[in-house]
């Protein structure tokens, strides 16, 4: 809970002691009686009685046992006593309007939330850090300040007076020009790295994977031979196609191989290998030899469980040597009608037969991934992604007004437009970091929050 009502709201729900109301952070082992059937139920509160909160308003946090019936009621007794649900983000749009975080930083709160590697959580704990807004906010300053001379400077026009001369005035919002054009650039960078796509290729030894990542990388990378159990490492190449980074990585064979079989210690590390990376996989093409389906193809062939994979992980399955077969297949069902071949999770997925060979289905397998990239793309914007996004614009439109300053200045247009241009550029660095804000600015950063974050 965060307001000016809280340690009201909590007093008429006895969380404390009313002789002891706390004047400073507070830990309370207490009891909250939630009335029949559950009766009093143990809390810890965390009580912030001042404005020294993550929002900068009196705070609480009740720590109860995690059983949803008992959440629910616990929030419904704490509305029914005067508080509200939250509305998305809107504890750290609290804490934004209280000063306590800018803009980029709120986005970065969203970026630790959401992060599912370690790579993104680093970006996201820098920017929180405010490694995004602190260049941006002392260009935001130099240029305020020398708004602040050219202004000066207007008001003694007649004595001819001049705070800062147009040469100094030149260089250094060309360098101003340069710093944000350097930051959009870092930006930029940023986003790219992260549209890389983990497209993980799995099936049966001698389905067809490594010549499906070859056709698909447009190279001699991995090894295809007739001989089932070619792949045995994890072979990873980076393709980018139509604007998008695929990092495409091939497998070895789905099999198990007992102890005393030839070569079980290498296989076995080499399914290890392979199930890790499932596991980091956003899109996972299951490789299913459509010339020889047969009832083992499908009892050797379980897709790991789905709470080992990542949240956003998809599934497609990928029939391959479609070349081999008389006519071109529609997808599994008609493959094998009503046979019980293949595990109902497979039979279930979206299919798409390619021939490695003949080069039939490739592009629709990559007009697949294509809309699986651009639907990641889309989900990613919620944390620092989002900050790239919202940021590219503003950058961009305060490096031209500086640039049309720099003009005006050169032309000796008059210090009126100049200051105009720069006030204009101050304002877009401002909406970066939140100094200058829209509801609608706000509307965007805080929306994609889920609630009571
Ligand atoms: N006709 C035809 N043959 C293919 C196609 N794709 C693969 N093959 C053949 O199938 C055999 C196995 O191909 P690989 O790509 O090595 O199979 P894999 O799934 O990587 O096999 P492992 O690495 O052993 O698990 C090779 O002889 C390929 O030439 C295809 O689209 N059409
Ligand atoms: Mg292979």
């Not at 599912?116 to 002392?138: I, K």
């Not at 031979?225 to 990873?236: F, K, S, Y």
Request: aromatic share 4%.
């Amino acid at each position: 809970m965060s307001g000016e009502q809280v340690l009201e709201i909590l007093e008429k729900r006895s969380l404390f002691d009313p002789n002891d109301r706390p004047q400073s952070t507070r830990r309370i082992e207490t009891t909250l009686d939630l009335g029949s059937p559950l009766g009093k139920v143990d809390v810890s509160v965390l009580v912030w009685p001042t404005r020294r909160s993550y929002t900068g308003q009196p705070s609480a946090e009740l720590h109860v046992i995690g059983a949803l019936p008992l959440l629910d009621a616990v929030v419904a007794n704490l509305i029914e006593a005067g508080a509200r649900p939250a509305r998305p983000g809107e504890f750290t749009m609290r804490a934004f309007l209280a000063g306590r975080l800018d803009l980029t930083q709120a986005e970065a709160v969203l970026g630790v939330i959401d992060a599912e590697d370690a790579s993104t959580l680093e970006r996201a704990l820098g920017q929180l850090a405010g490694n995004l807004s602190r260049p941006l906010q002392h260009a935001r300053d130099t240029l305020l300040n020398m708004l602040a001379d050219v202004e000066a400077g207007l008001d003694f026009v007649d004595e001819d007076i001049e705070f800062i001369e147009d040469n100094t005035l030149i260089e250094r919002l060309g360098d101003l020009q340069t710093e944000l054009t350097q930051a959009a650039a870092q930006l930029r960078e940023r986003n790219s790295q992260h549209t890389s796509l983990n497209v993980v290729l799995r099936g049966l030894p001698n389905a067809g994977k490594s010549c499906l990542l070859n056709r698909l990388s447009q190279s001699e990378t991995a090894i295809v031979a007739d001989e089932a159990g070619t792949t045995r490492d994890l072979i990873t190449v980076e393709v980018e196609y139509e604007g998008h980074t695929f990092s495409l990585t091939d497998t070895a064979g789905l099999e198990h191989r007992g102890q005393d079989e030839p070569d079980w210690q290498v296989m076995s590390q080499a399914q290890l290998q392979a199930n890790r990376a499932v596991q980091h996989a956003d899109v996972c093409l299951w490789c299913i030899d459509a010339s020889d389906l047969s009832p083992e193809t499908g009892s050797s062939f379980t897709p790991p469980k789905s709470s080992d994979r990542k949240r956003t992980a998809t599934d497609r399955v990928v029939l391959t040597k479609a070349d081999l077969l008389k006519s071109p297949p529609t997808g599994l069902d008609s493959l094998h009608a009503g046979s019980e071949s293949l595990p109902t999770e497979f039979r279930s997925m979206p299919s798409i037969a390619v021939s490695s060979v003949s080069g039939e289905g490739i592009d629709e397998l990559w007009k697949v991934l294509i809309s699986i990239a651009q639907q990641h793309d889309s989900n990613e914007t919620g944390g620092v992604m989002g900050t790239a996004a919202r940021c590219r614009d503003s950058l961009r439109q305060s490096i031209d007004h500086l640039g049309t300053a720099i003009d005006a200045t050169e032309n000796q247009i008059g210090h009126e437009i100049v200051a105009a241009e720069m006030r204009l550029a101050v304002n877009q660095l401002g909406e970066v970091t939140g100094e200058v804000y829209t509801d609608d600015i706000l509307d965007r950063v805080f929306s994609r929050f889920c609630i009571g974050k």
